[in-house]
């Protein structure tokens, strides 16, 4: 059963590490804007498309 | 046969440019095409039809002051080693296309390094080689795709504020903290009396203990301030039960875990947090692109030309003193009180008084500040500095410095009552049980105070404010904050400007009927209105086609009744119908203007019925509300209004700025609450001393001035059903706050009788929480269904 004290501890480091990710990249502006990046995905990437077509 | 443009989709009026087999309305539409083309961009129009904006031809396209040295670095984000980043405010980024073609600038002009759009912002981060394109010329480029950035001295303060994450940062850790502390709660809420656990349980609850104190010196520390902040004011917002319950419960769990008599409640100080600051974190998200705190210095433009020895040289409008000369062409502002040196002045104040006569001066006359000329270059002296002109007095009335300590009212006032009353009864417990069983006080007074913080409470009112005001956006109805529903709920009497407001904007539409006028009689009218400052000369003048100016003699105008002038040996009359000498019967509404050649009345140009549409089915909704109109324009309107008002409303002509103000004043004084609705400058101070201040706006990305909200003027007529739901929802709010009294007398039960174990308080809090914000958003949704059902559509 003493296993179970380092699963948390296991566990909750790791969900640290997430949350320290997370606020990385807060910080870089990552979150900032929800709108530009998903109209930009659909958008083709114009020197792929030239290399198709020619 | 295609009438309308390839590039922006506007029907095609004055002008007919055809290109490349298609057709276009103007020269602007035809350049942007012409250089989508020539760099291989043409998947612009694949993307959305029409999604081109037309560039404005009238618009200033002087940029050369953002190079000079002081501007150039106060705009600029970054400049170091030939690259430069800048951020321009782009109003009209409307769609994909435009995000589009603005991240496509590298492909347009090999200069620019790239572009990154913010559409939520209307903004475009620009790098650029300054060493081989300079940042006029960026400007330059993006004004001549349609895409005019908005330099104003705002852009000089206001743009370099940080990005406040803060919120954020204290959201996701408190939800960190809370997920990880249930975890380790568990195990003593599930088992009893197992020995492992009895052995162990230390490390569960001293993790706890260590994973609640980001919490509490981290996350929920606004809360401390605030609360701090209002003892110190003698005043109890909510903020101070939530922060005694904060504290009540940290140390209690301390004191517990110490002295081995439970496991704490630290679960619950997380979730506390948690769900508090995700009401936060709600109320923060609101129109990102919008501003509502606009002032002068929104409108102003930064720089002016300054004429030193016989050069033209921009300068920052800071810099600016008396006794400067200063150049101001063509639809540009006066920044400052000044004379008239040289040139041909026009002047059009709308603006400032809302009217849209120009108004000619001559040399050696005053112009004051906020109005703009109209015509070719002149040279100004400045009489007064720009910060002590006529305009920003208007700004520093005191309307514009009221105390803005609306927030959550209701929530504040409820909070003094409910300390009071939480106080009354921990105190009565603590006495009861000091008698009946002394070692049990501490428990339950610090259960009570515990049980019953107001996480629900305060959740309440900022969850059904925030939907309301989504949903009031999604109707293009924009408020500033949640208060501002609150006072639209209070309301009793509404104030409405006139022009601008209650009519559409100056563009009226206008249509000819009668003989179909020649080329050259088309040029005769054209030359003849050119001498009238009237306001409909000035829009006939406007809508003629016509290229050509003819000579003009003999050129008489009567005021009210019309002009005439011979042109080419022939008379020409230009006016109401009498004076054309026509009779054929009055009718209410419209407004007429005939031409006669000759003493032969050839036809009449008549002007569309300027009112919004639907306003007489919005005014009979607004019955129980006692209505005034104030307008700084004369009376002549008075008996159309009247066909359109009710009896009993209050009409004031010739109003001023300071009339407008004073009268909403009066009414306050008067113990009513005023709605004022406006359009411009001239009633800025009338919206900010009125308890909702709102700006019918035609284009909600032009300049409005400070205001409470902003009503696209096509959803004009749903002004009724915005105040109904108004008042329906302070009523959910209370509704709302029954149900987080329930839980609160629940949890009382359980605290008063001793019986408040940790998981007890743990279940109860979030559900609560929780229960409200399913309620609030319920509840706001099957109301708005309600009330906007059956909309016709204007």
Redesign the interface.
């Known amino acids: ?2 296993i179970i ?1 380092l699963m ?1 501890i296991a ?2 480091s790791l ?2 590490v997430f ?1 320290a990710l ?2 990385w990249g ?2 870089k ?1 990552q ?6 990046p998903a ?2 995905m ?3 990437d ?1 020197k792929v498309k ?1 290399k198709i077509d020619t | 046969m295609a009438d309308s443009c390839f590039h922006c989709g506007q029907k095609l009026e004055n002008e007919d440019i055809f290109f490349d087999e298609k057709q276009f309305c103007c020269a602007g539409c035809k350049t942007v095409y012409e250089i989508l083309n020539l760099n291989g961009l043409e998947n612009f129009y694949a993307m959305n039809t029409d999604a081109g904006i037309r560039p404005d031809d009238k618009a200033n396209r002087h940029f050369e002051f953002l190079d000079t040295s002081e501007i150039f670095d106060k705009i600029i984000d970054f400049s170091d080693d030939g690259t430069t980043l800048v951020t321009f405010h782009i109003p009209v980024i409307h769609c994909t296309s435009c995000v589009w073609l603005l991240e496509s600038l590298h492909d347009i002009d090999g200069r620019i390094n790239y572009s990154i759009v913010n559409f939520s912002k209307k903004e475009i981060q620009v790098s650029f080689n300054n060493d081989k394109i300079r940042l006029s010329e960026v400007a330059k480029l993006l004004t001549q795709l349609g895409y005019k950035p908005a330099i104003s001295l705002d852009s000089l303060d206001g743009i370099k504020k940080s990005q406040n994450r803060t919120l954020l940062y204290k959201l996701v850790v408190a939800g960190f903290c809370f997920g990880n502390i249930m975890l380790l709660a568990f195990p003593e809420y599930t088992n009893d009396n197992e020995a492992w656990l009895e052995t162990n349980k230390d490390f569960f609850r001293w993790g706890m203990f260590l994973l609640s104190l980001p919490v509490m010196f981290f996350s929920a520390t606004d809360y401390f301030k605030s609360a701090w902040q209002g003892i110190k004011n003698r005043f109890i917002n909510i903020d101070v039960p939530i922060a005694i319950g904060f504290w009540v419960l940290f140390l209690r769990s301390t004191y517990d875990i110490i002295f081995d008599l439970s496991p704490g409640y630290f679960d619950s100080v997380a979730g506390l947090a948690f769900f508090m600051l995700i009401g936060k974190w709600f109320q923060q998200q609101t129109y990102k692109s919008m501003a509502f705190d606009r002032d002068y210095k929104s409108f102003y433009p930064i720089a002016v030309i300054k004429i030193i020895n016989g050069t033209e040289q921009p300068v920052m409008l800071s810099e600016l003193k008396t006794g400067d000369r200063i150049l101001i062409r063509n639809e540009e502002i006066i920044p400052a009180d000044a004379v008239l040196m040289k040139g041909e002045a026009m002047i059009d104040n709308s603006f400032v008084t809302g009217e849209s006569k120009l108004i000619r001066k001559n040399q050696g006359d005053k112009i004051f500040a906020g109005g703009k000329q109209s015509g070719q270059a002149i040279e100004l002296e400045l009489i007064r500095d720009v910060n002590q002109s006529y305009l920003t007095q208007l700004w520093n009335n005191e309307a514009f410095h009221k105390e803005e300590s609306k927030l959550n009212k209701l929530t504040n006032s409820i909070s003094r009552y409910f300390v009071i009353i939480i106080l009354l009864i921990a105190s009565v417990s603590g006495i009861f049980w000091y008698f009946y069983n002394s070692s049990e006080v501490l428990q339950v007074v610090t259960a009570i105070l515990i049980i019953t913080c107001p996480c629900a409470l305060a959740l309440s009112s900022p969850f059904i404010l925030g939907n309301v005001m989504r949903i009031f956006g999604e109707k293009k109805f924009y408020i500033k904050s949640t208060a501002t529903i609150e006072s639209m709920a209070k309301i009793d009497e509404i104030v409405f400007d006139k022009t601008g407001t209650i009519t559409e904007n100056q563009n009226a539409e206008v249509v000819y009927s009668g003989e179909t006028l020649t080329d050259e009689e088309k040029s005769a009218v054209k030359s003849i209105l050119k001498n009238s400052n009237h306001p409909l000369s000035r829009i006939l003048y406007d809508k003629i086609d016509s290229k050509e100016f003819l000579e003009v003699s003999g050129y008489e105008e009567v005021p009210g009744k019309g002009q005439q002038a011979v042109v080419n040996g022939m008379l020409y009359k230009i006016g109401s119908q009498e004076f054309v000498g026509e009779n054929s019967g009055k009718e209410l509404n419209k407004t007429r203007v005939y031409v006669s050649k000759n003493g032969i009345v050839k036809g009449k140009f008549e002007f569309s019925n300027r009112y919004r549409n639907g306003l007489k089915k919005m005014i009979n909704r607004l019955a129980p509300y006692k209505i005034s109109i104030l307008s700084g324009d004369n009376d002549s309107e008075r008996d159309n209004l009247a066909e359109i008002f009710p009896l009993g409303t209050t009409f004031n002509f010739g109003q001023s700025p300071e009339n407008k103000l004073d009268y909403i004043r009066n009414l306050q004084q008067k113990q009513k609450t005023v709605l004022m609705l406006g359009d411009g400058l001239n009633d800025s101070g009338a919206l900010k001393q009125s308890d909702v201040g709102i700006v019918v706006s035609d284009d909600i990305n032009n300049f409005s001035p400070s205001c409470d909200a902003i009503i696209d003027a096509k959803n004009f007529g749903q002004l009724p059903r915005f105040l109904k739901f108004s008042k329906i929802s302070i009523r959910l709010i209370w509704a709302a706050f029954g149900i987080s009294f329930l839980y609160n007398i629940v949890g009382l039960f359980f605290a008063i009788t001793g019986q408040l174990q940790p998981v007890v308080a743990a279940i109860l809090m979030p559900i609560s929480s929780i229960s409200v914000v399913i309620f609030a958003t319920f509840s706001t949704r099957i109301t708005a269904g309600f009330i906007f059902r059956n909309l016709e559509s204007v």
């Open positions: 059963m003493g004290i948390v566990s909750v969900a640290a949350l997370f606020l807060a910080k502006g979150f900032d804007e929800d709108e530009s109209v930009r659909l958008m083709d114009k030239d």
